[in-house]
């Protein structure tokens, strides 16, 4: 009886070393489901320790419509001043944050930058090392971040309130909308500047540097190398169709956007922007006209 028992145990407890409850498949083949603290540790092996994060360092986005504040929003993106580039563009009461990384013994790391973004009851952060392109995203779905302390990592309901990576790489896809650079701009998000310095937007420029995401989960930014094309000179490829606010189209464009009307290039360049709409339909995203 007692061999009989010890051996169901034993196949039950390898059954279970075995299982991997929160797999998932990418177009690279299955991949173990991690929690959001393993990435977490991950992402600190890269960017250093993760700051504070704090609803109250954040900046809140201006929304005005005629230089009057909005007290709720539309989707339509000529109710304000200054849009989103895509979800909901006049929405009000969200707030952006930054921080520089932190060095071992505390001290700032200029080439490490984190950016908060609250909306609603989320929280979206991305971290990103500037000298190689190594990128971090994170997400809260649904957290009183402004009334509670955000879980950092160690604290005991971090996988609670955070999203796995594998959520983030499949069902949230950040790297969608995020393709070619860690930030991207838009006339809200440009309307604020970096404390104590005022020449420089809060949210960083990014060009053609490095751009790489950091862990397993997640499918590579892609992009491509065009000769003589004006426009990749300066901007890499952008596909995608979800900046459906205001026509980016298919660049990720410069920064600052001062208002909703001075950035539609769309009929300058035509054959360099049409080079890089064909190499878009090469990776299955056709962009309309």
């Known amino acids: 009886m007692k061999k009989s028992l010890f051996l169901t145990l034993l196949v039950l407890l390898l059954y279970r070393c075995t299982i991997q409850p929160h797999d998932i498949t990418s177009e690279y083949g299955p991949i173990p489901g991690r929690t959001a603290l393993e990435?977490?540790?991950?992402?600190e092996d890269v960017l250093?320790?993760?700051?504070?994060?704090?609803?109250?360092d954040a900046i809140e986005i201006p929304m005005?419509?005629?230089?009057?504040?909005?007290?709720?929003?539309?989707?339509?993106?000529?109710d304000c001043d200054h849009p989103f580039a895509f979800n909901a563009p006049c929405d009000p009461g969200n707030r952006m944050?930054?921080?520089?990384g932190l060095?071992?013994?505390?001290?700032?790391?200029?080439?490490?930058?984190?950016?908060t973004f609250f909306r609603g009851s989320g929280l979206g952060v991305i971290g990103t090392k500037i000298s190689?392109?190594?990128t971090c995203f994170f997400e809260i779905d649904d957290f009183d971040t402004a009334n509670k302390p955000i879980p950092k990592p160690g604290d005991s309901n971090y996988n609670d309130v955070w999203g796995s990576p594998s959520q983030l790489a499949?069902?949230?896809?950040?790297?969608?909308?995020?393709?070619?650079?860690?930030?991207?701009?838009?006339?809200?998000?440009?309307?604020?500047k970096l404390p104590g310095?005022?020449?420089?937007?809060?949210?960083?420029?990014?060009?053609?540097?490095?751009?790489?995401?950091?862990?397993?989960?997640?499918?590579?930014?892609?992009t491509a190398l065009f000769t003589n094309n004006q426009c990749t000179a300066c901007h890499r490829p952008q596909c995608t169709s979800h900046f459906q606010n205001y026509p980016l189209d298919e660049l990720v464009m410069p920064a600052p956007f001062l208002n909703a009307n001075n950035f539609d290039h769309s009929d300058i360049a035509t054959a360099d922007r049409q080079e890089i709409r064909d190499w878009c339909k090469t990776i299955g995203i056709e962009l309309s006209d």
């Open 48 to 56: 250093g320790t993760l700051p504070e994060f704090k609803y109250e």
């Open 97 to 100: 944050g930054r921080y520089n």
């Open 64 to 78: 005005t419509k005629n230089g009057v504040s909005l007290t709720s929003g539309s989707d339509n993106p000529n």
């Open 39 to 43: 990435y977490a540790y991950e992402c």
């Open 132 to 134: 190689t392109g190594e």
């Open 197 to 222: 310095n005022p020449s420089e937007l809060l949210l960083p420029i990014s060009g053609n540097e490095p751009y790489v995401v950091v862990g397993q989960e997640w499918g590579q930014p892609k």
């Open 103 to 115: 060095n071992d013994d505390g001290t700032e790391n200029d080439d490490v930058v984190f950016i």
């Open 170 to 192: 499949g069902e949230i896809n950040c790297v969608n909308c995020h393709m070619a650079s860690p930030f991207l701009h838009s006339p809200a998000v440009d309307q604020i």
